[in-house]
């Protein structure tokens, strides 16, 4: 059976057991996420897009590149396709303070919120620290974290 353990507010670890409770966790982290509603600014988010995702202080930038920008093999770029058909995972590289090369990974449509190419560089340009950003990025980066914390207190 898994136990969490809080390190710090909003910052927990979840220790296994073995194999079988890992699997049965991300299966239950699945159903939630799945059972999530999208905001319509979530519901357009694809191939090409940029967004933003907020966990606990820390932003992080995403990009989700087009299929022909993507340089994998058919059986990848078929997963990635129906992940993001089937289940609103988007196959996305993300970049923060703590990841500046960036890390590739799914992520659902419900934990982003988008933004444009020029916020992305902006934040690109000062390795992801949004405190070194120019004005009109910061402005649109609380901008989407105002609009995603309203549609959350909105039961979204």
């Not at 995403?62 to 089937?86: G, K, M, S």
């Amino acid at each position: 059976m898994p136990e969490e353990h809080q390190i710090s507010p909003g910052i927990t670890y979840v220790q296994f057991g073995d194999g079988e409770d890992i699997v049965e966790w991300m299966r239950e982290q699945q159903e939630k996420v799945q059972a999530r509603p999208l905001a319509r600014e979530q519901q357009g988010i694809g191939y090409g897009d940029h967004a933003i995702r907020f966990i606990d202080g820390l932003l992080i930038f995403y990009y989700c590149p087009t299929l022909a920008e993507q340089d994998e093999d058919d059986e990848i770029l078929y997963d990635v396709d129906y992940r993001q058909r089937t289940h609103n995972s988007l196959w996305v590289r993300g970049y923060s303070v703590i990841t500046i090369a960036g890390e590739w990974g799914f992520v659902h449509r419900s934990t982003l919120w988008p933004i444009d190419a020029a916020t992305f560089e902006a934040a690109r340009l000062v390795d992801w620290q949004p405190e070194a950003m120019v004005k009109s990025a910061k402005d649109t980066v609380y901008l989407a974290a105002v609009q995603h914390d309203q549609f959350l207190k909105a039961g979204g």
